[in-house]
């Protein structure tokens, strides 16, 4: 019952996957992840702790509790890498198929574990609860395979290395499949790799687009062609996922070297490298420049007063906002003159401006920054289409910034862009204070 493959042939077994060894593929398993209503979080979990060891995950997959789907995609993945992990499927229950699936692609066979049965009974009786004749399955195992005990659930796992690849079937559950791993399989995992470590890093940039970024750093790509960098877009931002494999010391100077091209090349564009969001990433600023901030929201309804807030310690930088809806609450909260809306209209820089004046009056503060617009998915014309945001900000003893941007998508898609592009426009502003 206890542990892992060990001894001279789980080594053989490892060095003879060569390169593929330090590939892994992840399939979760479960017919329920291929509906709306359920998602796979294990196979994300998995590849941050694999990569951890350097393990390179290059394929995930989704199957449903089919036996002949199973095994499909086990042979599959089993051609890419040399590490197959499962999640799912280990259950009680008729769906429950994944142990029979693998042991029948892999030409193995099954057999009842008397004794984890007893152990089984012995599990429920403690608890004052009859265990269903269902659960016996659960003490069928994989003959040849090493059984994983699982100390949270019914459900074992098991590490198979059977025809140049190995398997490691864990249960779905994602507490007991993350203790399973971390006292079971990652230590031999990183015993194989030794005190080489993968690293990665993040850095997220704001105001540019995905080819924009793209015809930027392309040169630098071809410097760092041994690591891997991915370009991904992201609603109001580009993130740059840098990877370094080696020694702990060795992959980290990695990571340094590179990011320092990329900020060569994108400079202030990028505002952070780890894990702070574009709101947390101003009040970093804000509050190291010591400066305060207020807004003044109109087609945002208050989203950007709830990023700025969804901030631990926001009080320290952010003093207030108004949400302006109405006209009458434009010209009555932040002193917007009627004749201004008349002449321009809600949606115009220059009810803009005297939003952001108004706000910045009004609390006092060292900036404020205003939005005005239309989401949609009505209210638009040829001169102003659904899309069309005014900005501007007003700080004390500087010349305002009006803007103008289109962007496109549903309602939901530009409030959230407007609120970005607002929170971007503080910031561009006070870092180059």
Same mark, same amino acid.
């Given at each position: 019952?206890?542990?892992?493959?060990?001894?001279?042939?789980?080594?053989?077994?490892?060095?003879?996957?060569?390169?593929?060894?330090?590939?892994?593929?992840?399939?979760?398993?479960?017919?329920?992840?291929?509906?709306?209503?359920?998602?796979?979080?294990?196979?994300?979990?998995?590849?941050?702790?694999?990569?951890?060891?350097?393990?390179?995950?290059?394929?995930?997959?989704?199957?449903?509790?089919?036996?002949?789907?199973?095994?499909? %995609?086990?042979?599959?993945?089993?051609?890419?890498?040399?590490?197959? !992990?499962?999640?799912?499927?280990?259950?009680?229950?008729?769906?429950?198929?994944?142990?029979?699936?693998?042991?029948?692609?892999?030409?193995?066979?099954?057999?009842?574990?008397?004794?984890?049965?007893?152990?089984?009974?012995?599990?429920?009786?403690?608890?004052?609860?009859?265990?269903?004749?269902?659960?016996?399955?659960?003490?069928?195992?994989?003959?040849?395979?090493?059984?994983?005990?699982?100390?949270?659930?019914?459900?074992?796992?098991?590490?198979?290395?059977?025809?140049?690849?190995?398997?490691?079937?864990?249960?779905?559950?994602?507490?007991?499949?993350?203790?399973?791993?971390?006292?079971?399989?990652?230590?031999?995992?990183?015993?194989?790799?030794?005190?080489?470590?993968?690293?990665?890093? /993040?850095?997220?940039?704001? $105001?540019?687009? %995905?080819?924009?970024?793209?015809?930027?750093?392309?040169?630098?790509?071809?410097?760092?062609?041994?690591?891997?960098?991915?370009?991904?877009?992201?609603?109001?931002?580009?993130?740059? +996922?840098?990877?370094?494999?080696?020694?702990?010391?060795?992959?980290?100077?990695?990571?340094?070297?590179?990011?320092?091209? !990329?900020?060569?090349?994108?400079?202030?564009?990028?505002?952070?490298?780890?894990?702070?969001?574009?709101?947390?990433?101003?009040?970093?600023?804000?509050? =190291?420049?010591?400066?305060?901030?207020?807004?003044?929201?109109?087609?945002?309804?208050?989203?950007?007063?709830?990023?700025?807030?969804?901030?631990?310690?926001?009080?320290?930088?952010?003093?207030?906002? /108004?949400?302006?809806?109405?006209?009458?609450?434009?010209?009555?909260?932040?002193?917007?003159? =009627?004749?201004?809306?008349?002449? +321009?209209?809600?949606?115009?820089?220059?009810?803009?401006?005297?939003?952001?004046?108004?706000?910045?009056?009004?609390?006092?503060?060292?900036?404020?920054?205003?939005?005005?617009?239309?989401?949609?998915?009505?209210? $638009?014309?040829?001169?102003?289409?659904?899309?069309?945001? +005014? !900005?501007?900000?007003?700080?004390?003893?500087?010349? =305002?910034?009006?803007?103008?941007?289109?962007?496109?998508?549903?309602?939901?898609?530009?409030?959230?862009?407007?609120?970005?592009?607002?929170?971007?426009?503080?910031?561009?502003?006070?870092? +180059?204070?």
């Amino acid at each position: 019952m206890t542990g892992l493959p060990g001894g001279a042939a789980g080594r053989e077994g490892a060095d003879a996957a060569g390169p593929r060894a330090a590939r892994a593929a992840i399939i979760a398993i479960g017919s329920e992840m291929l509906s709306p209503l359920r998602q796979d979080t294990n196979s994300l979990w998995l590849t941050a702790r694999l990569e951890e060891v350097g393990i390179a995950v290059v394929r995930k997959s989704i199957v449903p509790d089919d036996p002949h789907a199973i095994g499909e %995609e086990i042979s599959f993945a089993s051609s890419a890498a040399g590490l197959v !992990f499962t999640t799912g499927g280990l259950g009680p229950t008729a769906d429950d198929r994944t142990v029979a699936a693998v042991a029948a692609r892999l030409g193995m066979t099954l057999a009842r574990n008397e004794e984890y049965l007893a152990r089984m009974r012995e599990r429920f009786e403690r608890r004052g609860i009859r265990m269903a004749a269902t659960n016996e399955k659960q003490a069928d195992f994989i003959v040849g395979a090493e059984v994983l005990h699982n100390p949270r659930g019914t459900a074992p796992g098991f590490w198979i290395r059977r025809q140049n690849a190995e398997y490691v079937i864990l249960p779905g559950v994602p507490s007991e499949m993350r203790e399973i791993m971390e006292e079971r399989v990652l230590p031999e995992l990183r015993a194989r790799a030794g005190s080489k470590v993968s690293r990665r890093r /993040v850095l997220r940039i704001s $105001g540019m687009g %995905e080819s924009a970024v793209e015809e930027l750093v392309t040169p630098i790509y071809a410097r760092w062609k041994e690591d891997p960098v991915t370009i991904l877009a992201s609603p109001g931002e580009v993130q740059l +996922h840098l990877r370094a494999v080696g020694e702990p010391e060795q992959a980290l100077r990695r990571l340094d070297d590179m990011e320092a091209d !990329f900020r060569q090349a994108l400079g202030f564009r990028i505002f952070s490298r780890d894990g702070e969001d574009l709101a947390a990433s101003l009040g970093s600023l804000l509050r =190291e420049r010591g400066r305060t901030l207020a807004v003044a929201e109109s087609c945002t309804g208050g989203m950007i007063a709830k990023l700025l807030t969804d901030v631990p310690g926001s009080s320290e930088y952010f003093l207030g906002g /108004v949400v302006s809806y109405a006209d009458s609450a434009k010209r009555d909260l932040l002193a917007v003159k =009627e004749e201004t809306l008349r002449a +321009h209209g809600a949606v115009s820089e220059e009810v803009a401006r005297e939003m952001a004046r108004g706000a910045r009056e009004r609390f006092g503060s060292d900036l404020a920054v205003a939005v005005t617009g239309i989401a949609g998915p009505d209210g $638009g014309t040829p001169e102003k289409p659904v899309g069309t945001v +005014h !900005f501007a900000l007003a700080e004390r003893g500087a010349e =305002e910034i009006a803007r103008k941007r289109e962007f496109i998508g549903d309602r939901a898609a530009v409030r959230l862009a407007s609120c970005l592009y607002a929170l971007d426009l503080v910031r561009r502003r006070v870092a +180059h204070e």
